[in-house]
T-cell receptor, first 115, second 112 residues
Framework: DGGITQSPKYLFRKEGQNVTLSCEQNLNHDAMYWYRQDPGQGLRLIYYSQIVNDFQKGDIAEGYSVSREKKESFPLTVTSAQKNPTAFYLC??????????????FGPGTRLLVL | AQSVSQHNHHVILSEAASLELGCNYSYGGTVNLFWYVQYPGQHLQLLLKYFSGDPLVKGIKGFEAEFIKSKFSFNLRKPSVQWSDTAEYFCALLGGGNKLTFGTGTQLKVEL
């Protein structure tokens, strides 16, 4: 059963705490992406990776970090520097590493809440 | 810089009414355009996409969209909506760097 899995479904963060959101795909896609979804703001790109061991900042990377050690995994860490982390986080992947043509496939999302 | 605008934030229609959701973009290069839909409690999924060729593209569930280059638009249409079309709809542009830029979304509610 191919697809993108994200865990956990809900995550609670305390002040000053770093938390890591998991994203795994078994679609053999090269490129992976993290978006943040806020009401009325659509999806905004946090980080993306077009190939293993390489990633680039998106439009709102401050307060976040990522790694891409394996093709199938792209975890996102929300650091204590992110002052407004409460949001719905979506992971996506697409089958082409560069250039157009890759329809992005999305995971079910993780909702992060601050205690 | 690339950007996408969706001017209708909330739309309420009765079943069988026709739908048109606006999407305008700003980008200087070759565009690839998408409409995604997010049904309540479900994954974001692709409705349709335009890469090249016929500017009128057809997607799933009876949706279609027309790319009008002179107007920088990619409006989504459906002749007759159903209650099950209630969802949030996002227009997106694939521009430089293989990055998708999304609009702010349109929440559609279809009433019986």
């Amino acid at each position: 059963d191919g697809g993108i899995t994200q865990s956990p479904k809900y995550l609670f963060r305390k002040e000053g705490q770093n938390v890591t959101l998991s994203c795994e795909q078994n679609l053999n896609h090269d490129a992976m992406y993290w978006y943040r979804q806020d009401p009325g703001q659509g999806l905004r790109l946090i980080y993306y990776s077009q190939i293993v061991n390489d990633f680039q900042k998106g439009d709102i990377a401050e307060g976040y970090s990522v790694s891409r050690e394996k093709k199938e995994s792209f975890p996102l860490t929300v650091t204590s520097a992110q002052k407004n982390p409460t949001a719905f986080y979506l992971c996506a992947s697409n089958p082409t590493g560069t250039g157009p043509g890759g329809t992005q496939y999305f995971g079910p999302g993780t909702r992060l809440l601050v205690l | 810089a690339q950007s996408v605008s969706q001017h209708n934030h909330h739309v309420i229609l009765s079943e069988a009414a026709s739908l048109e959701l606006g999407c305008n973009y700003s980008y200087g290069g070759t565009v690839n355009l998408f409409w995604y839909v997010q049904y309540p409690g479900q994954h974001l999924q692709l409705l349709l996409k335009y890469f090249s060729g016929d500017p009128l593209v057809k997607g799933i569930k009876g949706f279609e969209a027309e790319f009008i280059k002179s107007k920088f638009s990619f409006n989504l249409r459906k002749p007759s909506v159903q209650w099950s079309d209630t969802a949030e709809y996002f227009c997106a542009l694939l521009g430089g760097g293989n990055k998708l830029t999304f609009g702010t979304g349109t929440q559609l509610k279809v009433e019986l």
